[in-house]
């Protein structure tokens, strides 16, 4: 752009005009001569160019002094300056061209007439009034310097406006540019945002991912603790592995060495169980032999035997009473009891002798395990399955509990037959058990008082059930008590606690005879159900251990009122023992069984097929000697009944 060519003020001409003239040229402008018509009208370009850019107001306030100096400088300056300016003319920065823009306050010009009034009060360059001509040549020389301005200024306003134009389209262009700076600036700010949301996003993910960078690190740390502890495990492991696997090569070269032995002895194991399958078979042969001679020597014994028992004398009675009974010297099987009684004419007296003879006789040193010993065989065709039943009979006192039971305070040496029947039965069972044979064992215990049953395996206060002998079906002769506590026991410890059980509830009456005798038959059964799978044998056989009630006589006994009806019924019971005994010995066709209820309840271990000993007390008293008499009376008549052969009960 061009600098604008700073403002020239024409000074009017030095020569002197009158005030008329000067009159005429302001008032008339139209009396000029074309020339001057020319001057004016340059003239007025000026003054409009400088009206255009001087402000009024600056042109006011300037002194004229000032004003006629400058105008005068310009004069004399004249054709220099502006051959200066247009030589010197050079383009103004922007902000030099932006000042310009205003009216320069430098200069005061006076409006119309105003100009050529202050050339004319310039004193001493006045040309002198006549001087026409110098004044005239210095009007040509004014309008001359008047047109090389306005040439001047109008190339100068052509350049500027062509300035103008080119700026207006740099500014179009600028505008342009600055709409797509804009633009752009908008989609970068756009970017931007976009950029600095991802960022911060990018920046939030990153903190994630530093604390999940943390985290694993703190896993990866854990875990390489772990695999390095397993490493260690590992490599223990191992260890222990290739000392396994050594010690299991040489097992295995061991347990191929035991496998050889191990072939060798199975060959032998065959062999041997081959010969244990013969000597098994013949053990079983010599078994049933056993058992078969086993019943011959009972057969020959008798199958009803007698035992009598003379019990010792008690501390409390007199020592002198044992003069009656006498045991033949090496013989084990007879008594004698003496008396010396009146002749009958009445004036001798008589030495009275009984002799008894028995299956085997007591005396009163005889001890409880020499007695069982005697019934062992016995007990033991139990299990062989024959039915076999023990009495212990006598008057009261005589020791029919002690033997059976034993004495209150038992001791191993003291106990009586049936925990002694109870473990050998039990000890045999085991023993058997090698054989093939398994035995269930089912035990009751009830007693017969005043001809009614009660079951001494329950207690007095529930006692109040009916107690009924029955067959278990028509086709079978087996029996069993309605209500009654038929208990599976599996060892002799469990017979025990049953029969102090009963003990217990055992019920005892006074007598004048015995404080504590039994007024009741008691009769404790072992019922042994024997099968041998191998064999497909089976056997079934009831033990009867009975303590028989006191047998002694009414008018001894002195009962009265209800002792005296406990006295007749067991005496009837068995009196009616005594009469089943004689009529199956006579091979009766009735068999009185139900007229007692001991009979009934027992008769099938009185039958021929079965096996019976009774055991007769003996009161050592002298004074019980006529009792001691019926008593070994009673048995006598026993041992002498041959009931028939026992037959074993098999299927
Ligand atoms: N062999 C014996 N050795 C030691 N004492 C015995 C013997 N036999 C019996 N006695 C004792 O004699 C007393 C009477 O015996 P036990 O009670 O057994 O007679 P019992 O015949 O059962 O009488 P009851 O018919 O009244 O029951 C008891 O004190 C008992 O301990």
Redesign the pocket.
Known sequence: MENKPPLVVKATSRLPVSSSLRNKRVLNEDNLPAIDMKRHCESSIEEEIIQRRIPSSIATTRPKALAIASVTRSQASGRKSMSSTRSGFRAPSASTRVVNKKPTPSISVPRTAGSAAAVATVPGKKRAAWDLKGQVSDMRDKVTGYKDKVHLLSSDNTQLRRSMEEMQRQLDTLKVEKKELSCRLCMVETDMKTTQEKLQQSLHQATEMTSLSTRQGQQITDQLQKIQALQEDKQSLSRLLDSTELKLKLAEQESSHLGDETKAQQIQIGDLQQEIQGKEEKLHTQEMERRHLHNIIQELKGNIRVFCRV??L?KSEDQKNLNHIHFPPQDKKSLVLSKTEESHIGREKEDMKYDFSFDHVFPPSSSQAEVFEEISLLVQSALDGYHVCIFAY?Q???????TMEG?DDMTDETIGMIPRAVQQIFQHAAELKSKGWTYKFTANFLEIYNETLQDLLVRRSEKNVDYEIKRVSATNEELHVTNLQYVPVASQEEVCKLLHCAKMNRSVAKTTL?D???RSHSIFQLRIEGRNETRDLKTNAVLSLVDL??SERLDKSLSKGDRLKETQAINSSLSNLGLVITCLSNKDTHIPYRNSKLTYLLQNSLRGNSKMLMFV?ISPLGENFSESLNSLRFASKVNECVVGTAQVNRK
């Open positions: 019990r010792p008690l006598g009261t006192g005589s020791g029919k509990t002690y004495p015995n504590r005798s039994s009630a006191g007390n």
